[in-house]
């Protein structure tokens, strides 16, 4: 019988360092579509979990916008209770495979995180990963709470995070649930947006394999918009929930655009992703550019640069009017594009596209910044350096600045309130003007990041749960943003005078049910 290690003291713990995730060597990662993060080890999950001081108020459940009870499954991993901490994370994230390789932890639990003042947070995005690959690949052990029927049909509009999230938990309530999703294989943005190298394939099939298992339908090349209007979905189901993204792209407006070699990262990305096209046996065609430029700072022109060098470009560069302190991408990203080659020419905007006699992209006229003042973004303004225009030599341009929301659905429903840039209007519970459509996610928001939408998509399940039930409004809805605790706690506050009282919505008949346990998403959204 193995003798029982008496638990570690916190100085202990705190003399633990952040254990480094392991990956490919930068030189071979770069000609390959393998993953590049290769995931820890359990000697080295084990290791980062006792780092976890098991706070007496966690501050990372506070930063999880899908409120994930981070020291709960961190503290079942480390006593070797590998199927309680993969049940407690399932029970409160319908993704963890996708959030523990893409999410933002640095800038979320990871950046609240008690441990980061004297040090380095603990690593919970690959502890999260390393127990729902774990739980992948032994779900058969798992518990599986079957939750009583409640006869209530909800239709989700869009197969990304956000719907993949809302219909993971409208199945746990009991209801009825079906994805609308535009393109012939269900994940939205995780599919034809992420690539292979960061975020496989197979993992998110993985993922949306054990919705449909729990009983979630999914119904492939269907258009809200074309193949049926919102108004005649709103027909046939209890409630809608609008989950399309924003996937509209966004150009330069600069000379030159519609020449031959020109890609929006939307397009470039899908062909490479969903479509195969980086495979020998692909029927998509796509370029293989040897000279690339990527214009952006974000995680998709991030995603679509480190992508042209593994297609095979000798020069891959990023064009970014900012300068390396004000790039959005996520840190890990760029790192690892610079391991890997990409070039980068910081505090430069171009101003045209260069073409050859037939009509091919052969370079990209650029102007040096200087940076001003702040904006509206919070970063410095890039100001024109008069005189300083120069040319970058390339055979393609692929744009990477932003998408904006597609009016494809909205445009079939003029009684679905949207705002001046054609995003759906919702309030605090993710109601729209129409009783019973729902909506969040980057159509709601503007382009945002996956575990945004995913949190947007666990909020709108919970309310349409009450509507469903006839308890509306919700009771004690989660905060749209987390925030951290006060220190120490405050008196309790006077109460504030009772709002002025607006029409709502009236809800249906509630059904008495016993509550059970846990379309194109084409927002090409930062993740």
Request: proline fraction near 8%.
């Amino acid at each position: 019988m193995t003798e029982q290690r008496p638990p570690l003291t916190q100085k202990q713990r705190m003399g633990i360092d952040r254990v480094d995730m392991p990956e490919q060597d930068a030189d071979l990662r770069s000609t390959n579509f393998r993953e590049v993060n290769l995931g820890l080890t359990y000697q080295l999950a084990m290791l980062e979990a006792e780092r976890c001081l098991l706070c007496p108020k966690p501050y990372c459940i506070d930063g999880c916008p899908v409120r994930v009870n981070i020291p709960r499954f961190i503290k079942l991993l480390r006593e070797g209770d590998l199927p309680g901490a993969a049940e407690s994370l399932l029970d409160d994230n319908a993704l963890p495979c996708v959030t523990g390789r893409v999410c933002p932890q640095e800038t979320q639990c990871e950046g609240v995180c008690l441990r980061a003042k004297k040090g380095k947070s603990v690593a919970i995005g690959a502890l999260e990963r390393y127990v729902a690959d774990w739980a992948q690949t032994h779900s058969s052990g798992l518990s599986h709470s079957s939750p009583s029927q409640t006869g209530r049909r909800v239709a989700v509009v869009g197969s990304g995070p956000a719907g993949l999230t809302a219909a993971g938990e409208l199945i746990k309530h009991g209801h009825d649930v079906t994805i609308f999703e535009a393109f012939h294989a269900p994940g939205g943005v995780l599919i034809y947006g992420i690539p292979e190298f960061r975020l496989p394939k197979d993992i998110v099939q993985a993922e949306v394999d054990r919705l449909v298992e729990a009983g979630v339908k999914i119904e492939p090349n269907s258009i809200i918009g074309k193949t049926f209007t919102l108004p005649e979905l709103r027909e046939q189901f209890d409630a809608v929930f609008l989950a399309v993204g924003a996937g509209l792209p966004v150009f330069m407006n600069v000379p030159g655009e519609n020449l031959k070699g020109v890609y929006s990262a939307n397009e470039y990305l899908t062909r490479v992703n969903l479509m195969g096209a980086w495979t020998d046996d692909a029927d998509t065609p796509v370029l293989k550019g040897q000279r690339v430029v990527v214009v952006g700072g974000g995680n998709v022109a991030m995603d679509a640069v480190r992508t042209s060098r593994r297609m095979g470009a000798d020069e891959a560069t990023i064009v970014y009017r900012r300068g390396h302190d004000e790039l959005p991408a996520r840190v890990e990203e760029v790192h690892h594009a610079e391991q890997e080659g990409i070039r980068f020419e910081f505090q430069v905007a171009p101003v045209e596209v260069l073409g050859s006699d037939d009509g091919w992209v052969s370079g990209l006229r650029c102007l040096r910044m200087e940076l001003g003042e702040p904006d509206a973004s919070g970063r410095r303004r890039p100001i024109p350096i008069e005189g300083s225009e120069f040319t970058i030599l390339c055979d393609m341009v692929v744009v990477a600045i932003g998408t904006r929301s597609n009016p494809l659905l909205t445009s079939t429903a003029p009684e679905l309130e949207i705002n001046e840039w054609g995003y759906i209007v919702a309030d605090e519970h993710g109601m729209t003007s129409m009783p019973g459509v729902f909506a969040g996610g980057d159509i709601v928001r503007g382009a945002a990041t996956v575990i945004l939408a995913m949190g947007d998509g666990k909020r709108a399940a919970g309310a349409i749960d009450s509507w469903l039930r006839g308890v509306w409004p919700p009771v004690a809805p989660e905060p749209e943003t987390p925030k951290r605790p006060e220190r120490p706690e405050r008196p309790e506050r006077p109460e504030r005078p009772a709002r002025p009282e607006r029409p709502v919505a009236k809800a249906p008949e509630p059904v008495a049910v016993a509550v059970g346990h846990d379309q194109l998403e084409n927002g090409s959204a930062p993740d």
